[in-house]
C-alpha cells in the first residue's frame, strides 16, 4: 500500500528528505544526498513548485495518469497540487543522481513573476512529455541552479528574494525556449499528431456525435492522442500557430461553410448537427470566425 504525503512547506520537503533547509520558501535538492531513510511506494502531493532533474533513475514514477522512467538529461516541473507516484520498495544509489528546485508561491506572491506562471504551460504536462535537455542546455541550467544555490547560503538580505525570484524566471524562459527546440526537432512525430487530430475530429463530425455529445473538447483531442491538453495546445500553436481550442474552430467552421453552401439546411439544424447548444452561440462565432453571418456566407456563395 502507498504511503500518501502531502508536504505543504518547504521545510516538511527538507524534513523528508532529510536536507539542510536555508530558506523557508525554497530550497534546492541534491538528490545525491538524500538520506537512506526514504522509502517507497509513496504518493507525494506539494502545496509548491517543483522542477526535478534527473540524470538516470530506474524507480517507476507516476505522474498524473502516465508512468516514465526518467532517460539521460531529463527536465519535469510539477505545479502543486499534482500527484506524484514512486513505486519502488526503496531509494537505489543510481537514482541519487540530479537535482530538484523547490519553491513555494508565497516566494513570488509579490513579484511579477507569479503573473507569468500561467504562461509557462509546461507546467501541466505529463511526465512523458519531460523536456531532455542538450550538454549546453543542461549547463545554462545548472549555472541558474548554483547561482540560486549560491544565493540561499548568503545571509538574507532586501536583495535576496529579487536576485533568486529572477534567476528563477531567468531558468523558466530557458525551459520556453527549450521546449521550442524540442517541438522543432520532433517536427515528424508532431506531424503525425496532426494528422491523428484531423482524422479525429472529421470522424467525430462525420459520425455526427456532435448532436449527442456538444463540441470536441481540448481534453477529449488531448486523450485520443495521449497528450496532455496543455502540451497539445502548446505542439499545435508552433506547427499551425492556433491553439487546440482554435484548432477545433477552424474545423467547425470548415465544415460549416462546406454545408451552408451544398446543402439547405437551416442554420439551427447546422448549429445542431455541429454540436452546439444554441443556434446564436454558433453564428457569434461564425462571424467572428469569417466576418459574416452564416446566411451572409450563403447568400454570396
Not at 470522424?203 to 497528450?227: E, H, M, Q, R
Request: aromatic share 10%; net charge neutral.
Amino acid at each position: 500500500m502507498s504511503l500518501s504525503i502531502h508536504l505543504k512547506s518547504i521545510a516538511d520537503l527538507s524534513l523528508l528528505m532529510n536536507v539542510k533547509e536555508h530558506h523557508p520558501l525554497i530550497t534546492v535538492v541534491d538528490f545525491s544526498l538524500i538520506g537512506e531513510h526514504v522509502q517507497t511506494p509513496m504518493r507525494i502531493t506539494t502545496d509548491f513548485y517543483s522542477v526535478m532533474y534527473k540524470n538516470y533513475c530506474n524507480t517507476n514514477i507516476t505522474y498524473g495518469r502516465k508512468s516514465i522512467d526518467f532517460n539521460d538529461g531529463s527536465l519535469i516541473c510539477i505545479a502543486p497540487n499534482q500527484v506524484i507516484t514512486i513505486e519502488n520498495e526503496s531509494v537505489t544509489p543510481e537514482m541519487r543522481n540530479g537535482w530538484g528546485l523547490f519553491f513555494h508561491p508565497d516566494l513570488i506572491r509579490t513579484t511579477s513573476l507569479n503573473n507569468k506562471m500561467k504562461d509557462y504551460t509546461f507546467f501541466s504536462y505529463e511526465i512523458s512529455e519531460a523536456l531532455h535537455l542538450s550538454e549546453k542546455e543542461k549547463q545554462l541550467l545548472n549555472e541558474c541552479i548554483l547561482r540560486i544555490q549560491s544565493e540561499l547560503k548568503e545571509n538574507i538580505d532586501d536583495f535576496s528574494q529579487n536576485i533568486i525570484v529572477s534567476t528563477i524566471e531567468l531558468f523558466l524562459n530557458y525551459c520556453v525556449r527549450f521546449y521550442g527546440r524540442q517541438f522543432i526537432t520532433r517536427k515528424a512525430n508532431n506531424r503525425d499528431v496532426l494528422v491523428k487530430i484531423d482524422v479525429i475530429l472529421k470522424d467525430f463530425f462525420t459520425s455526427k456525435s456532435g448532436i449527442n455529445c456538444g463540441l470536441p473538447t481540448v481534453k477529449f483531442l488531448a486523450d485520443a492522442v495521449n497528450l496532455s491538453p496543455g502540451y497539445l495546445g502548446d505542439l499545435l500553436k508552433k506547427e499551425t500557430g492556433l491553439n487546440a481550442q482554435e484548432h477545433i474552430h477552424q474545423m467547425v467552421i470548415d465544415l460549416a461553410k462546406n454545408t451552408l453552401v451544398q446543402t439547405n439546411q437551416s442554420v439551427s439544424e447546422i448549429a445542431f448537427q455541429l454540436g452546439f447548444e444554441y443556434p446564436q452561440y454558433f453564428s457569434r462565432l461564425f462571424k467572428q470566425k469569417t466576418g459574416k453571418t452564416p446566411l451572409e456566407f450563403r447568400n454570396l456563395n
